[in-house]
C-alpha cells in the first residue's frame, strides 16, 4: 500500500492558495479515481483508500497545520 499526503491548512482562507497545493492534488486523485468515495477521519486527517494504477493507495489531507 502507498500512502500520498497532500500538505495544506485546513482552514478556508488558504483554499486554491499555493499554501494548499498538496490537498489540490489529493482532491484531484480523489475525483479521478474514488469519485463517491466519503473521507473518513484517522490519523488526525481526513482519509480514503482506493486503488491507482493497480496499487492500493491511502490519500491523506491533514486536518493539522503545516507550520505547527
Known sequence: MKIIVG?????????????????????RLLSR???REVLKARFNAATAETSI?????????PTTYMNR
Request: hydrophobic content about 35%; proline content about 6%; aromatic content about 6%.
Open 33 to 35: 479515481h474514488a469519485p
Open 53 to 61: 494504477g493497480g496499487e492500493r493507495c491511502l490519500l491523506m489531507k
Open 7 to 27: 500538505l495544506g491548512n485546513p482552514e478556508g482562507r488558504y483554499a486554491k492558495t499555493r499554501h494548499n497545493a498538496g490537498f489540490m492534488v489529493v482532491d
